[in-house]
């Protein structure tokens, strides 16, 4: 929501300003994320995250297998069990369903982590191209539009042409 109130704020102030300084600012808008979508590198980016996740992905089935086995053992041995034993289970159980939960949210930070060290070259290298671009067309202002957040906007031009030109992209 902040984002969004940020955005409107920052487009509106640019309305503003746009009608002093019409003749003086060049606006133009990117959607920056299917620039990045294009670029050949973010397929050998997505297929390494790919193989990364996999890791994580063996190990969390194999702790969900383990996890399944042993609760499915539990409830069918369950009513023949003493409660000193139904409660040594119960707790085992409990701390297996809770490493899984752990392993879990640590994988999901580690493949986050890894997917912003390897995106990071790809997004400064369409970044400059973005702001060559914009440099040598004389814009003041390059908008992203991946996310839509602009209700209203000033009249603006495309730069993914250019900017696709700019990296050899087709």
Known sequence: ?????????????MLFAGNFAQAQSKIGHINFQQLIGLMPEA?????????????????????NTELQTKSKE??????????????????ELQDLGKRF??????????VEAKGNELTKPLIDKARGAVEQVAKEKG??????????????SPAADDLMPAVKAKLGLK
């Open 1 to 13: 929501m902040k984002k969004l109130f940020r955005v409107a704020l920052v487009a509106a102030g």
């Open 43 to 63: 397929k050998t980016l997505s297929s390494q995250l790919d193989i990364y996740k996999k890791t994580f992905i063996d190990r969390l089935t194999a702790m």
């Open 74 to 91: 539990y409830q069918d041995k369950r009513a023949s069990m003493n409660d000193a034993t139904r409660i040594e289970k119960e707790n």
């Open 101 to 110: 939960q752990d392993y879990q949210n640590t994988a999901q930070q580690q």
């Open 139 to 152: 814009y003041g202002y390059v908008l992203d539009t991946t996310n839509d957040y602009l209700v209203v």
